[in-house]
């Protein structure tokens, strides 16, 4: 199953994970705590996991397609609740 992982520097990662799950609840199957996130799109997942001075995640989906599709949901969102924090998400093929 093809995945993609990305590091995001932040101050507060768990208030991201926070925002992008509250966000998201009322359209997919969303869960989190202050340390990690789920999100369960149709298309894929992406799970989100609070680190030291950055927010990780990890998408995964059936095909590269939809692999970047949630790529670019989850990346186009956490850009715009980041309230300038984030200016882009860059993504990286995981290892298989």
């Known amino acids: 199953m093809p995945a993609m992982n990305a590091s995001v520097t932040t101050t507060d990662p768990g208030r991201l994970i926070n925002r992008l799950c509250k966000h998201f609840q009322h359209k997919v199957d969303a869960q989190w ?21 950055a927010l990780l995640m990890t998408c995964e989906a059936e095909n590269q397609e939809k692999l970047e599709q ?26 298989a």
């Not at 340390?35 to 799970?47: K, M, Q, S």
């Not at 969102?77 to 998400?89: K, N, P, T």
């Open 33 to 53: 705590t202050a340390e990690a996130g789920e999100l369960r799109f149709v298309i894929g997942d992406c799970h989100l996991k609070a680190a030291d001075g």
């Open 70 to 95: 949630v790529g670019e949901v989850v990346s186009s969102h956490l850009v715009r609740f980041a309230g300038g924090e984030v200016d882009s998400v860059q993504w990286q093929p995981s290892a």
